[in-house]
């Protein structure tokens, strides 16, 4: 928050976070804007509790992630915002102070940038389309995304091994014939690209629920939706790409009705998706059957929420 120390900052701080809150219609983006889940972690509640059959606030209570007091509380709270915005002022004003830490996205080891083939190719995008008509809200602190900066981590060190080296090399060679192509096509030869890679569940390939992949490891051994994005977020960055043209981004699969992961470009010509599902890459404006949750790069994170929604489902969350 931004001059926390003046009094009139301190109030637009509140009744910015007032009005968030008071657009927030799910239990899930409740639960992350009051700092009790990371995005990360709701996505992977999501996709279990869809996989189980049960409600996401069952599921949050036997898998010992929320309590039953903290889910009715967000419920009730929610409720009284809707009905008594001097409820809001109260419960607002608690609920900011848990946002005042920041872990700055400069922390990130920028892997991507230490196998770059070439030198920035492209000049930073100008303008980035609201994804799929959400709002976003911006952040630069990534200190909850541990799945992702771990990855991070975890890439650097492979590049110290023999068979992390002998991967990016082979990367690097294929790569080489995409260089100074326009981005649309370089994103599409991308995509076709990593989308020839194997899809493997991360419980086959990990024993784990949700194990974010090292573009090494999901070369080596294949990989889900999030690794393919992530390969691609890779290939791309060593290509030239800047940044801020990136986003991998979790949203979820409305036809499914499970969450999924993508990397979006955002290109000259507007937003493409690259889609472990769709074979090529296509224009955002084409794809309507997804909706953002939260998008992420080195630079920040994006929390994307509905432009209208409807009364918070107090009975069935909480079930």
């Known amino acids: 928050m931004k001059n926390v120390n003046s009094h009139t900052g301190h109030r637009t701080g509140i009744f910015s976070t007032?009005?968030?809150?008071?657009?927030?219609?799910?239990?899930?983006?409740?639960?992350?804007?009051?700092?009790?889940?990371?995005p990360q972690q709701l996505h992977t509640a999501l996709r279990n509790s869809r996989e189980q059959g049960v409600q996401l606030g069952r599921f949050l209570?036997?898998?010992?992630?929320?309590?039953?007091?903290?889910?009715?509380r967000t419920l009730i709270e929610q409720f009284a915002l809707r009905c008594s915005m001097a409820a809001v002022a109260i419960v607002i004003s608690c609920a900011s102070m848990g946002f005042s830490k920041q872990a700055r996205a400069g922390q990130v080891l920028d892997v991507p940038g230490q196998i770059s083939l070439v030198q920035s190719s492209f000049e930073k995008a100008s303008y980035h389309p609201k994804l799929f008509g959400s709002k976003e809200k911006r952040s630069t602190s990534l200190k909850a995304f541990t799945k992702w900066t771990g990855m991070f981590e975890r890439f650097n060190?492979?590049?110290?091994?023999?068979?992390?080296?002998g991967e990016v090399a082979q990367l690097k060679r294929q790569l080489e014939t995409l260089k100074g192509l326009p981005l649309d096509q370089m994103a599409s030869s991308v995509n076709s690209m990593m989308n020839a890679k194997r899809y493997v569940t991360d419980n086959r390939n990990y024993g784990q629920n949700d194990y974010w992949a090292t573009p090494v490891e999901f070369l080596q051994r294949g990989g889900d939706c999030e690794d393919f994005a992530i390969?691609?977020?890779?290939?791309?960055?060593?290509?030239?790409?800047?940044?801020?043209?990136?986003r991998v981004a979790i949203v979820q699969d409305l036809q499914k009705?499970?969450?999924?992961?993508?990397?979006?470009?955002?290109?000259?010509?507007g937003p493409l998706i690259l889609d472990n599902q769709i074979k090529t890459a296509i224009n955002a404006t084409r794809v309507s059957h997804y909706k953002p949750i939260f998008s992420i790069n080195q630079d920040a994170w994006w929390l994307h929420t509905a432009p209208k929604g409807n009364v918070t489902r107090v009975a069935s969350a909480a079930r």
Do not use: W
Not at 157 to 165: E, F, M, R, T
């Open 18 to 38: 007032i009005k968030a809150r008071f657009k927030k219609n799910r239990l899930g983006e409740l639960l992350v804007l009051d700092g009790v889940l990371s």
């Open 61 to 72: 209570v036997e898998d010992n992630l929320v309590s039953k007091n903290v889910i009715r």
């Open 157 to 165: 060190a492979s590049l110290n091994s023999a068979s992390g080296q």
């Open 231 to 246: 390969a691609k977020y890779t290939a791309l960055r060593a290509l030239g790409v800047p940044e801020n043209r990136l």
């Open 257 to 269: 009705n499970i969450p999924h992961a993508i990397l979006i470009v955002y290109t000259d010509k």
